[in-house]
Structure formats: structure tokens, C-alpha cells
């Protein structure tokens, strides 16, 4: 809106006063024109024009006793408009500006890795053996031998150049007999063989050059006094002791050269029963199953027939450390026996064992023999060894004295009398008179 266009604010013309208050007055002298002053920051108020001051003056209605006073004209002081406010510049809103989408940046592709460079083992040398062995025949029953075939030392034999390995499984799987050619050659090879076998400790000679052979299919007895060296003599043949001097063969394998081989071959129940007794009777048959190369499969299964036929069931959630002797004795003879090995190492399998399941245990031990299986024991049950056993060993002072069949070692005499003959018999009791002499 421009200022010419605005109309002054009007302004009510004054009162006269009225004559007989005041009375006459000269007519007051048009003012004179203010001179121009600066202009302030804020514009002054414009005066009204006279001439819109008599216009208003002249509709309102004069007192009665006033009297009409002339008015003087009055020069008509120029309209100042007020200063037009500027205006106010229109806000230019900004454009709005069209969101950037960011697009993720792709993900490098991972670099493939390259592959490993095949490694390419060296071809084993091959040493001929002096004395060529027959390898160990499969065990009839495919679940308990895994791997047990492919021995990595090899025979004499073996040639020089090895065939791949698609060839070479293929050769044994034509070269493999069958069950019946497989215990023909085991029969043929001894369980067990020592070869002037030799244990020294210190100035004692435990085990003195000891020679003895066991057919398969054996049930063989170890007997003698305590301290005879009997214990030496099966952890020797364990593989837990190294003899100083003699060899050790199993089914035809060399202990000493080949010690996995032979050592796949045995179950060994220990003399002194060190075993993980913090373990349940179960955990620790599934512990013997797999460490001896069995599927969990088959392990469970045959722990479920160890535990029935050793009448452990109920015992198989408790820990080992709970058992009784006894029961430990059972369920380590069940791990002994849970990979069908051919050759069973017992030390004193029946101490600390009652009469039932020593009848259990034996009875279990002679179907094991009766199918082809072979069993050493050490006892001190002369009784049990003459009734149970088909072959014994009567050593003593590290030496044996006597061995063959039971029949041949005792000679027509009772296997106790025998042994006692051998021992050095009942001595005569010299110096203890005092002791039929009671205190009382």
C-alpha cells in the first residue's frame, strides 16, 4: 500500500471553552510551522489539517451559552504521511533439494583361497626282514578289526614300488581269506612266543632268560611264589615294561618292532587296576570301545551284552570310583575284552572275586577259548589253574621251572603238590616254640 493512499487519522477538534467560565479570548495565532527537525529513528505522530478539524468541529452541536468564535483560517499545514513502512521482503523458501539416497557400497568379493598345494608324502622305504612274518589274520567278525589289515610297516614282501592306493585295496581285498583259511593259518602260528626274555633291576634279576610258547586257542596258567617275577613276565608281554634283552611275539608279531600291530592283537587287565575311576562303568567301556577303533554303534551294543553277561546293568550309571573291588575287577575285564582281541594278558583276574562271578568269569573266558581265543593268567588258585587251564608255567625265582600241558607238568601228582615240589616245599618251622606257649 502506497503512502498517498492513506487517509490521516482524524482527530476530535477541542472544546471550546465556554464564556462565562473563561470568557472572551483572543483567537489564539495559527501556529507557526515547526522548523524541520532530524528525523528520529521512530516518525512523529502527523497533526491534523485544520480544515478536517472545522469539518469535524462544525457537525458537533455548539453549547447554548457558548459563543460562536470565528475561526481563523489557518494555513493548512502540509500533510507529512507517515513513513511507509517498507516492505517486507518476500522469504524465498529454499528449493527443497532432493534427498540423496547413498547407495551401500558393493561388498568385495572375497578372494577365493587358493588351494592348498597337494602334499606328496614320500614313498616309504622298504627294509627286508630277516625273518619274514606272516601278517595277523582278520578276526572272523568284519565290526571288531578296523584298519586292522593295512599295518604302514611293511612285510618282506612288499615290493619296492607302491601301487596306488586304489590298487593296493583292491590287492587285498582279492588276497583277503576267508574265515576258515584265517584260523587254519592262526592255529598254525603260536599265541604267544618269548625268546630268552630278560628283566634287570639293579643287582635283581626279576625275569632271568625266561623261554615259552603258547598254541592258539590256548587256556594257559602262570603260577609261582610272590615275588617269582610273574607280574614282570605279563607286562612284558603287555608291552607296559621293555625287556632288557629276548623278544616278544604276538600271533607272529614282533613286540618290540611293531607295537601297535601286536598291541591290537591283546586285552590286558592289569595287577594293580589304575584306571579313570571318575568315570561311570559306562563312560568308561564306551571310553576302551572307541579308543580301540569300534563305531559308537557297536559300542553301545556290546557294552549292553559285557554288562548283562558280568551282571553289571544296574552298576553302569555309578561312578567306577563307588565299585567294590570286585565289580572294578569285572568291568575292567569287560573293556579287556570289548574289542575281541586274540590274546587276553589277566594278572590275577580272580583276586578279590566271589565264588558267582568267578564262575561267571571263567565261564565266559572258556566260550572265548572254545572259539579260538587265547587266554594267560597269573594266580595263586592251583585248584582253579588244574581245573580251568590247559597248559601251565611254573616259574620261579624269575625262571621256569616246568611247562606243558597240566597233565605233563604235574605228573601224577596234584598240581599244588607239584608246585610245592617245585617251590622248595614246606620247610621245617625251626625257632618258633614261644609260640605254643600262650601268654594266659
Not at 101 to 107: N, Q, T, W, Y
Not at 359 to 384: F, P, R
Not at 418 to 423: P, S, Y
Request: aromatic content about 4%; charged content about 25%; some cysteine.
Amino acid at each position: 500500500m502506497s503512502p498517498a493512499s492513506e487517509s490521516p487519522r482524524p482527530t476530535p477538534p477541542r472544546q471550546p471553552r465556554s464564556s462565562a467560565a473563561t470568557g472572551a479570548k483572543k483567537p489564539r495565532k495559527p501556529r507557526k510551522p515547526a522548523s524541520p527537525q532530524p528525523r528520529a529513528s521512530v516518525p512523529p505522530v502527523p497533526e491534523i489539517p485544520a480544515a478536517i478539524a472545522a469539518a469535524a468541529y462544525a457537525e458537533t452541536p455548539p453549547a447554548d451559552e457558548a459563543e460562536q468564535l470565528p475561526v481563523a483560517e489557518v494555513e493548512p499545514e502540509p500533510v507529512v504521511g507517515p513513513e511507509p513502512e517498507p516492505e517486507p521482503q518476500p522469504v524465498v523458501e529454499p528449493e527443497p533439494q532432493p534427498e540423496l539416497v547413498v547407495e551401500p557400497e558393493p561388498e568385495p568379493e572375497p578372494e577365493p583361497e587358493p588351494e592348498p598345494e597337494p602334499v606328496v608324502e614320500p614313498e616309504p622305504v622298504v627294509e627286508p626282514d630277516p625273518e619274514p612274518e606272516p601278517d595277523p589274520d582278520p578276526d572272523p567278525e568284519p565290526t571288531v578289526h578296523i584298519e586292522w589289515d593295512s599295518d604302514p610297516e611293511p612285510e618282506a614282501s612288499t615290493p619296492a614300488l607302491v601301487a596306488p592306493a586304489a590298487e593296493s585295496e583292491a590287492a587285498v581285498v582279492e588276497d583277503e581269506p576267508s574265515s576258515h583259511e584265517a584260523t587254519a593259518a592262526a592255529s598254525d602260528v603260536p599265541a604267544l612266543r618269548l625268546s630268552g626274555v630278560t628283566k634287570v633291576y639293579g643287582d635283581t634279576r626279576a625275569v632271568d632268560g625266561i623261554e615259552l610258547e603258547i598254541p592258539a586257542g590256548s587256556f594257559y596258567g602262570l603260577v609261582g611264589p610272590n615275588g617269582a617275577g610273574k607280574t614282570t613276565t605279563l607286562s612284558m608281554i603287555a608291552g607296559l615294561l621293555r625287556p632288557d634283552s629276548g623278544t616278544v611275539h604276538v600271533a607272529g608279531v614282533d613286540l618290540r618292532r611293531h607295537p601297535a600291530r601286536a598291541k591290537r592283537q591283546m586285552g590286558i587287565l592289569p595287577d594293580r587296576l589304575r584306571t579313570f575311576d571318575r568315570l561311570s562303568g559306562r563312560q568308561l567301556l564306551y571310553y576302551y570301545g572307541v579308543l580301540r577303533g569300534l563305531k559308537p554303534a557297536v559300542v553301545e551294543n556290546r557294552i549292553a551284552d559285557l554288562a548283562r553277561a558280568f551282571d553289571l546293568t544296574d552298576a553302569l550309571g555309578r561312578s567306577v570310583a563307588d565299585y567294590s573291588a570286585g565289580m572294578t575287577k569285572k568291568v575292567m575285564l569287560a573293556g579287556a575284552m570289548i574289542h575281541s582281541p586274540r590274546l587276553l594278558v589277566l594278572d590275577e583276574p580272580f583276586e578279590s572275586v566271589d565264588p558267582v562271578s568267578s564262575a561267571v568269569i571263567l565261564d565266559i573266558l572258556q566260550k572265548y577259548v572254545a572259539h579260538g581265543g587265547t587266554v594267560i593268567l597269573s594266580s595263586h588258585g592251583m585248584e582253579l589253574v588244574q581245573r580251568a587251564c590247559s597248559g601251565v608255567a611254573v616259574m620261579v625265582g624269575g625262571r621256569i621251572l616246568a611247562s606243558g600241558s597240566v597233565d605233563e607238568v604235574r605228573d601224577g601228582r596234584t598240581l599244588e603238590q607239584r608246585f610245592l615240589e617245585l617251590a622248595g616245599g614246606t620247610s621245617a618251622v625251626e625257632g618258633l616254640e614261644w609260640l605254643h606257649t600262650f601268654s594266659d
